[in-house]
């Protein structure tokens, strides 16, 4: 016995499929799209943005979503980034000299050759983030966590390390 074809009701079934597919598409289309154009501001999404070689001294970018953004060779110096969702962010020979990124999230973040003399960085999450020869000296690692972190060649010398102990003169790569 064969199916007997009812064209009206497929019609409507694919009518009702496309227009959900669209809507889907929108939706995602919508939410993947960082503001990369917006101003710096607390909050402000820049996700997977290129922000290579801008003058942001002294920004506020608290909270702000900079996941897989990159700032190489950008100058940060005094900016405030706490709680900044920064994962997989590079900062490749950025100035963040005196920036506050205090409960930052910077896992597996790249800050290779970076400034961040006088930076604090208490209770930041800096998991498996490549420190290697950035300049450190005088900053704050409080509450820090370095778990696979690569500080090879890091200048740490006067920093206050995880602990709230102070780094020693000589203190490249690790604290003493």
């Not at 007997?4 to 499929?17: F, I, N, T, V, W």
């Not at 598409?25 to 070689?53: E, F, I, K, S």
Request: proline share 1%; aromatic share 4%; charged share 25%.
């Amino acid at each position: 016995m064969k199916k007997e074809a009812r064209p009206y009701r497929d019609a409507a079934l694919g009518s009702r499929y496309l227009t959900g597919l669209l809507l889907a598409l929108v939706t995602l289309a919508g939410a993947a799209q960082a503001a990369c154009t917006d101003p710096a501001a607390d909050g402000v999404n820049w996700r997977r943005c290129y922000m290579d070689g801008r003058d942001l001294k002294d920004v506020s970018l608290d909270q702000a979503m900079l996941r897989e953004t990159t700032f190489q060779r950008s100058d940060l110096s005094g900016a405030r980034l706490s709680n900044a969702d920064a994962y997989r962010a590079k900062f490749l020979s950025a100035r963040l000299d005196r920036a506050i990124l205090d409960g930052a999230r910077l896992i597996e973040a790249d800050l290779t050759r970076a400034e961040l003399s006088g930076a604090s960085l208490k209770g930041a999450d800096l998991r498996n983030a490549k420190l290697v020869g950035a300049v450190m000296k005088g900053a704050d690692l409080t509450g820090a966590r370095l778990e696979g972190a690569d500080l090879r060649n890091a200048d740490l010398t006067g920093a206050r390390w995880t602990d709230g102990r102070a780094c020693g003169s000589g203190s490249v790569g690790q604290c003493h």
